[in-house]
């Protein structure tokens, strides 16, 4: 039998129903009888624009979820979100505790920070560390664990069929930390290696620069030297970590394959076995970070090729009317990526840097920055900076356009949905906006309160919020290559640390 001409049967059919296709039409099968049939129906031809310019798209609504959907209440101070999603047999729990944590004294500063690591290597409730890594590795699953000024977390992430044995995992080790020495001499010596390569990259060096030249001294801006890290001992670490994890106010954010009803039983059960004594005496709330307002150019001597560029305000801390008009503003002058005048400006137009752009500082706790930061060469720094004060006044002075207002509007509202983007950013984004303080309809309010800016309010928060006479000039490079900027003040580099 010659099969070179052979046809397979799926492909006849595929002919055979293309053949039978009306040429405006389309086939439809009765669901009971099976009988097909045809229905003439229009190809749209005549409504199709003549180019895709003018295509005209509906109007772009989104409305984001309601905490309120998703809130739990496991019993008194203790609440939480629950996103379910069984697409994946996956779950995320992280676990929020509102409670104030601050060094004692310099000298607490390098335990202090291996405080909220050492809980999860240190490992505890009977389990060393090497059974606790080898057990999580078996079922491919993470726990992790993180202290900060006003609050601690643990997260747990693995599969859904493992989740009630991690729970039960994570209370014994959390609950009972052992603070292995062993682990600590590892912890230790990688803090001392970052610690000595700390001013190794120019982005680290503008960053310690930024905080010194902004902040006044704040036992939350302290910093710990090498000699300090390797004298740590597991005594202090077991000292400083007393009444961790055992806030009266806890906030959750539970996601994935799991159901709410079964959730809370669970939970209920978790929480109610929670114990960790408290500390003897509460602690105080720590003290905000206030700023040295002392304008000027500040520059750390580095011999690179590349001035790295930091510009700073103070702004404000949220909630505040001014943050939105803000945010418009900024997205207009520099957030926006390649929309933005900055970027247009600088590096579109001069070809002076890869990057330049704005942001507006978001802090419920603290009083925030407004930012300018951009990379030139070290030649080319007092042109760039003439060309980003020329672009501030300009849009001070003039405002912004029809089409800039609405696009920035257009695209921070669009923006939106991205926060959502899985149930894991849903829910703990819910958990930690109950922690600051956000209304329930902060997400409904954004959109309104963005929609609300006017050209004038754009003109008034550039001027306010972005004014040369009131901005810190941080720059990294050589300090020989900047003469045109002065005066201005050079920074030692030994000197960057808060002490």
């Known amino acids: 039998m010659n099969t070179k001409f052979l046809i397979p049967v799926g492909f006849l059919a595929v002919l055979t129903a293309c053949h039978m296709m009306p040429r405006n039409g389309a086939f439809y099968r009765n669901s009971q009888s099976g009988d097909i049939y045809s229905q003439e129906v229009s190809d749209g031809s005549e409504s199709l624009p003549e180019h895709y310019s003018k295509i005209d798209f509906p109007e772009y609504k989104y409305v984001a979820p309601h905490p309120k959907d998703f809130r739990v209440q496991i019993a008194d101070g203790i609440t939480g979100y629950i996103v379910s999603d069984s697409s994946l047999p996956l779950v995320d729990f992280t676990v929020y505790f509102e409670e104030n944590y601050l060094p004692p004294s310099l000298k607490d500063v390098a335990a202090s920070e291996m ?10 409730g009977g389990i060393s560390p090497h059974a606790l890594e080898d057990s999580l590795e078996f079922v491919s699953a993470s726990i992790s664990t993180s202290v900060g000024a006003f609050s601690s977390a643990f997260n747990i992430d693995c599969l859904s069929k493992d989740f009630p044995a991690m729970l039960e995992l994570a209370k014994n080790v959390l609950t009972a930390p052992s603070f292995d020495k062993e682990q600590l001499e590892i912890m230790k010596a990688n803090f001392v290696t970052s610690y000595e390569r700390r001013h190794e ?40 970590a ?49 700023f040295a307002r002392k304008p000027g150019v500040y520059v750390v001597d580095k011999d690179i090729t590349q001035a790295n560029i930091s510009m700073n305000q103070p702004f404000v801390k949220r909630p ?31 070809g002076l840097a890869y990057s330049v752009y704005s942001t507006v500082g978001n802090d419920y706790r603290d009083t925030a920055m407004t930012t300018i930061a951009l990379q030139t060469k070290v030649e080319t720094v007092d042109f760039a900076l003439k060309l980003v004060f020329e672009e501030i006044e300009r849009l001070a002075k003039d405002g912004p356009t029809d089409d800039e207002l609405t696009q920035a509007k257009k695209s921070l509202i669009e923006s939106l949905p991205s926060l959502f983007d899985s149930p894991a950013s849903t829910a703990s984004i819910f958990a930690r906006g109950e922690m600051v303080g956000k209304s329930d309809d902060h997400y409904l309010d954004y959109v309104k309160e963005v929609n609300a800016v006017t050209a004038e309010q754009v003109k008034a928060m550039i001027a306010k919020y972005f004014d040369k006479q009131k901005m810190t000039i941080s720059i990294v490079g050589p300090v020989a290559m900047f003469d045109s900027l002065k005066p201005f003040t050079v920074i030692p580099l030994d000197s960057l640390e808060f002490r």
């Open 242 to 290: 007393k009444g961790v994890f055992s806030s009266k106010r806890i906030v959750f954010a539970l996601s994935g394959d799991v159901q709410k009803d079964s959730a809370v039983v669970m939970l209920k059960k978790f929480f109610s076995e929670w114990n960790v004594a408290p500390q003897a005496a509460e602690k105080a709330a720590p003290a905000p970070l206030a």
């Open 320 to 350: 505040h009317p001014d943050y939105y008009p803000t945010a418009v503003a900024s997205f207009i002058l520099g957030g926006g990526s390649f929309s933005s005048r900055l970027m247009n400006r600088v590096r579109s137009d001069e």
């Open 201 to 240: 990259t120019p982005s680290k060096v503008l960053a310690e620069l930024k905080s010194k030249v902004n902040y006044l001294p704040n036992p939350r801006l302290w910093d710990a030297n090498s000699a300090e890290y390797k004298a740590v001992t597991a005594a202090d670490v077991k000292r400083l």
């Open 115 to 124: 405080v909220g690591p050492m809980f999860r290597r240190g490992s505890g």
